[in-house]
Nanobody, 127 residues
Framework: QVQLAESGGGLVQAGGSLRLSCAAS????????MGWFRQAPGKEREFVAA????????SYGDFVKGRFTISRDNAKNTVYLQMNSLKPEDTAVYYCAADRFFNSYSDYVGPAHFGSWGQGTQVTVSS
């Protein structure tokens, strides 16, 4: 089981940028597909982005519309989420997720596809 720890959240003005990081424990990071999800108060957990083990395939939630970029550095056991042009509606707790078997980047992606989760990092976008 991989352990995940997110960082990089905070308060930013609308139109600003943040880069989230998720550090994974263990020596098998490259065997895991990685994802980012978010959850706003009173709402369900929502898919943000996913990236394959090699980084060669990515998938994004419909709302991203080119504003966010997921990437990974297998040498550093870290996955990133670069978020640009942030909007107040992006305010949520952002969670990092990992899964050994996920491999479906063109279909629906939901929380049930990922078996390991971090504790989350708060992102607040002010208007």
């Amino acid at each position: 089981q991989v352990q995940l720890a997110e960082s990089g959240g905070g308060l930013v003005q609308a139109g600003g940028s943040l880069r989230l990081s998720c550090a994974a424990s263990g020596r098998t990071f490259s065997r895991y597909a990685m994802g980012w999800f978010r959850q706003a108060p009173g709402k369900e957990r929502e898919f943000v982005a996913a990236i394959s083990r090699s980084g060669g395939s990515t998938s994004y939630g419909d709302f991203v519309k080119g504003r966010f970029t997921i990437s990974r550095d297998n040498a550093k056991n870290t996955v990133y989420l670069q978020m640009n042009s942030l909007k107040p509606e992006d305010t949520a707790v952002y969670y990092c997720a990992a899964d050994r078997f996920f491999n479906s980047y063109s279909d629906y992606v939901g929380p049930a596809h990922f078996g390991s989760w971090g504790q989350g990092t708060q992102v607040t976008v002010s208007s």
